[in-house]
């Protein structure tokens, strides 16, 4: 069974941030509540952990996973990202958007897109997502928690521990929290200011 941490969604209690790192660091898999939607998260070279959120999800292999980031510089060692998408980019950060972008050589090669060489990532702007950061002290492997048959990312803590009670290990709730998934942009296309793959929360280009 899934351990339920009540967790504040403005100031979250420093023990259930260390019970749900704790946790992370010995493989396990965590439901967590974000600026949009609910997200499934895990080391990031949890390569078990990753075949977890896969299964959940009945994801193929041209999937894109998402690298959380804590903050724009821990993000810039994750992917290359010049001028023109340094400014796009930061201008939505944080936020719920999610951006693909060439992976550097931080990213293990088993979460990047098999013909592509890339990788999504983002900085959301939910407090609680922001503590679990900065508590783990590296980007954490994600994916909207959006199941199969589903266009909606679950938002409700309470249903998320009722429907994967034995396939995840905890569940965070903090309330109300995003309804949309993330507005998915990629930058590797010909389209120098951004393709919009999915259309979620956030406009595009932000404001």
């Not at 796009?88 to 098999?114: M, N, S, W």
Request: proline content about 8%; some cysteine.
């Amino acid at each position: 069974m899934a351990r339920y941490l009540d967790v504040h969604p403005v100031d979250p209690q420093p023990r259930s941030i260390a019970q749900t790192v704790a946790v992370l660091d010995e493989g396990g898999l965590v439901a967590y509540p974000t600026d949009s939607g609910y997200a499934l998260g895990a080391r990031m070279g949890d390569q078990q952990a990753k075949e977890r959120i896969r299964t959940i999800r009945r994801l193929d292999d041209r999937h894109h996973y998402t690298l959380v980031c804590r903050d724009f510089a821990q993000l810039g060692q994750l992917v290359h990202v010049d001028n023109h998408v340094f400014r796009a980019v930061k201008a939505a950060t944080p936020g719920p958007y999610t951006f693909i972008l060439p992976a550097t050589h931080e990213v293990p090669r088993r979460l990047l897109h098999p013909k592509k060489r890339t990788v999504g990532v983002r900085i959301p702007e939910h407090p609680v997502v922001r503590a679990l950061l900065a508590a783990l002290g590296e980007p954490m492997l994600s994916s909207t928690l959006i199941l199969p048959g589903e266009s909606e990312p679950m938002n409700d803590g309470w249903s998320v521990k009722e429907e994967l009670d034995h396939v995840v290990d905890v569940v965070i709730d903090s309330g109300e929290c995003g309804t949309e998934p993330t507005t998915v942009v990629d930058f590797t296309g010909a389209d120098p200011s951004g393709e919009v793959v999915r259309q979620g929360a956030g406009a595009w280009p932000a404001r």
